[in-house]
């Protein structure tokens, strides 16, 4: 099949053709008999007609992109591009057809119908020989007989590799109104290829600008369509994104060109030249041999050069006149720089693991020329050589996460040339382990799906951050079980593999799961009761509700009624998720219900990392205490218990552990103390009963350390949960000490 589709490739290639079977894409996930691929001379894309779909979407859709080059075909770099309803809702759903309108040599033509409740969705995906552009038409029409408000549907672009470059204006939007944007477009991209998604109808973004929605109504009977492109290049340049802008809007238009060079008359073999609108990234342009040439928009820009690990030329402006052509040249560049790091405890001089952040200096807007965070070798524990740009920086050195240790700030001028040792001291100041407790990051995906984080690297982070135990989690995946269960062993660590099950109504994350352990049923379809009992056949001992109140939780689907099999009471942990930090109230309330009722369902939490350089793994973690061995079924079983507490700063150790019942007598006094720490202070404590404060205290001058003693008095039965503030508001809360009464004696 993939001889054949190549060799077919090769010999017709100003063809667009539609291939059925399992895709011949590197990587590509359209792996089922009755899957389509359809390829010509510039891109692929693979629609799941059999196979599953990520996130629970169903089938009929585009799950793998692909740029091809000189007749070949480039690796899978999406999990997910299509259209979707009202911000990923995708059910109720009860069928979808896919049909081939046109099979080429000229044009591709297939049209994929499903419903959505009573909206019927048709979308239809447009390729044409020598095209770059796949074009997607996704219609919505509603059978029903209300009006849908408030929805926000539109195409969407999830990569499963490299970078994103945001909505130009939107960066570090995380969703909300497109005000404010520069263009209509988001592109995934590295320095081997780019994927684009054009939008024209954008006015909202969601998941950092790989939503682009319309927020809109749809009447009775109104039908209402999205078009855009999904544009795909074998380079990491932007000429050609910004050449099809151009074009569709027919945008006046004129160009810059010159020379890069270094300060010593070097000529960069591939410049790059980024051009600023409003002070924003807008486009980039990557050159050959020293020369570059860019098609813009009429208008006002700053344009600089720069190159992999080259430093920033000065910026220079542009006013772009249709038309016309100018000349821009860079002769200031610095060559390459190195830097070598050593992170060690100032005590002993024992090397640590650390996380290297750039705080002040270059960081790349164009990713792949350079990196903004690093970590310390696995093999060399301790060690960083980095390959970075020359200049001034201020880094930040992290070893424990701000848990553990105070972060280190260092200031270093990096010249071009060969490295220059560095040596950082850090002073660890809490040892929770030699108290019994562990701590491990409890959401944190690798490289499947959507998330970029390739295994050994999930690990540099998560030992970085300070946790005892590895941890992974991928989107109904255990690809990544064996290789991270070997960095574990090599690093005398434990490792608990799990996965997250991610049916589109909720994310449950089972674990830890019996070595080779694999998923055997399609979480798309699957009923609650159908994902519990594949996570315990699976080998897990516990079961996390994840994010529970977020537009795809569990609880948030209960509450909407679109969960199949509704309420089913078979799981053992409810998530604070450090992605979705305004809910830890509404998880916390649910929590402290069903404590109420005696229901001892514990937390859990993770911060959902997928991208260790751009989130922080470990951010908010779980503590467990363990009495004997640290293994992974130990850890899970001290959760199940509820010898736990969760934190994004403090550290709790309790006198009377955590999940275990402690019988008083009824009006005679009793005592729950605690010790408290916090790298930035604590701040305060309070004691929370049956859902309400009952006690607390402040600590106005903010202790590293401190104890606190709560004594009470009780005539029923019920339970005491600590929460702890530091004095940068982070905040840890804890499983709930069970209280049961004795009568008084006679
Ligand atoms: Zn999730």
Request: with cysteine; net charge negative; glycine share 10%.
């Amino acid at each position: 099949m993939l001889v054949g589709a190549l060799t077919a490739l090769a010999c017709a290639h100003a063809d667009v053709r539609v291939l059925t079977g399992p895709t011949p894409i590197p990587d590509g996930d359209a792996r089922a008999a009755g899957d389509l691929t359809v390829v010509n001379e510039k891109l692929a894309f693979a629609l799941a007609v059999e196979s599953a779909v990520p996130f629970g979407v169903p089938r009929g859709a585009i799950v793998d992109v692909a740029p091809v080059s000189h007749g070949h075909i480039g690796r899978d770099r999406v999990a997910f591009a299509d259209f979707i309803p009202n911000n990923w809702s995708a059910w109720p759903n009860t069928y979808q057809h896919v049909d081939v309108l046109e099979r080429g040599p000229r044009q591709v033509r297939i049209r994929a119908v499903r419903d959505w409740g009573r909206v019927n969705i048709v979308t239809v995906y447009s390729l044409s020989a020598n095209s770059d552009q796949v074009e997607i038409r996704a219609t919505m029409t509603n059978g029903g007989d209300e009006t849908l408000t408030d929805l926000l549907s539109g195409l969407t672009l999830w990569p499963r590799s490299g970078f994103l470059f945001a909505v130009p204006g939107l960066a570090g939007v995380s969703e909300g109104k497109a005000d404010g944007a520069l263009a209509d477009r988001v592109v995934a991209y590295d320095a081997g290829w780019a994927i684009t998604l054009h939008a024209p109808y954008l006015d909202h973004i969601g998941s950092g600008s790989r939503d682009l929605f319309q927020l809109h109504t749809l009447q009775p009977h109104e039908s209402r369509t999205f078009t855009g492109w999904l544009q795909v290049g074998s380079s990491g340049d932007l000429a050609p994104v910004v050449g099809a802008e151009i074009e569709r809007r027919q945008l006046p238009s004129g160009t810059v060109r010159g020379a890069v060079g270094t300060r010593d008359g070097r000529a960069l073999r591939q410049p790059v030249v980024v051009a600023e609108r409003d002070g924003k990234p807008y486009a980039w342009v990557v050159g050959r041999e020293g020369a570059y040439r860019l098609r813009l928009p009429a208008g006002e820009y700053a344009l600089y050069a720069t190159g992999r690990n080259y430093s920033r030329s000065n910026a220079t402006s542009v006013n772009v006149r249709a038309g016309t052509g100018q000349v821009r040249d860079f002769h200031d560049l610095e060559s390459p720089g190195r830097l070598a790091l050593s992170v060690a405890d100032a005590r002993n001089g024992t090397a640590l693991d650390a996380r290297i952040v750039i705080t002040e200096g270059q960081k790349p807007v164009v990713e792949f020329l350079g990196a903004k965070t690093f970590f310390t070798q696995l093999e060399r524990k301790g060690h960083a050589d980095l390959p970075i740009a020359p200049g001034r920086y201020l880094f930040t050195v992290s070893s424990g996460g701000g848990f553990l240790a105070a972060d280190t700030q260092v200031r270093l001028t990096v010249a071009a040339g060969p490295a220059r040792q560095h040596s950082v001291a850090i002073t660890p100041l809490f040892d929770p382990p030699s108290r019994g407790w562990y701590s491990a990051d409890l959401h944190h995906h690798a490289d499947q799906a959507e998330a970029v984080t390739p295994p050994a690297d999930l690990a540099r982070s998560q030992l970085a951050a300070g946790l005892d135990l590895l941890f992974v989690s991928d989107h109904d995946s255990t690809a990544n079980h064996a290789v991270l269960q070997q960095i574990a062993s090599a690093r005398g660590v434990p490792f608990i593999p799990g996965i997250e099950l991610s049916p589109s109504w909720g994310h449950f994350n089972a674990y830890p799961l019996t070595p080779g352990a694999r998923l055997a049923i399609d979480t798309g379809t699957a009923t609650i009761d159908m994902i519990l009992n594949e996570a315990r056949r699976a080998g897990a001992a516990v079961v996390q509700v994840n994010h529970p109140f977020n537009p795809y939780g569990y609880f948030a689907s209960l509450k909407a009624g679109v969960a199949p099999g509704g309420f089913n009471p078979g799981f053992d942990l409810i998530e604070i998720n450090s992605s979705v930090p305004n809910d830890d109230g509404k998880v916390l309330a649910k929590l402290w219900e069903f404590w109420n009722a005696g229901r001892r369902y514990y937390i859990a939490a993770g911060s959902d990392t997928h991208d260790v350089w751009n989130d922080r793994s470990g951010r908010v973690r779980t503590f467990a205490h363990l009495d004997a061995q640290v293994s992974a079924p130990a850890f899970a079983e001290a959760l199940k218990a509820g010898r736990a507490y969760v934190s994004y700063g403090p550290l709790v150790f309790p006198s009377v552990m955590f999940g275990t019942q402690m019988q008083v007598v009824s009006g005679e006094s009793f005592t729950l103390a605690f010790d408290l720490a916090s790298v930035a202070g604590v701040g305060k404590a309070e004691l929370i009963s049956g859902g309400n404060v009952e006690d607390s205290r402040s600590f106005p001058d903010a202790p590293l350390k401190t104890h606190v003693d709560f004594t009470l008095t009780s005539n029923h039965p019920g339970w005491y949960a600590l929460e702890v503030e530091d004095q940068r508001g982070r905040k840890a809360y804890t499983d709930p000490v069970w209280v049961t009464i004795a009568p008084p004696q006679q």
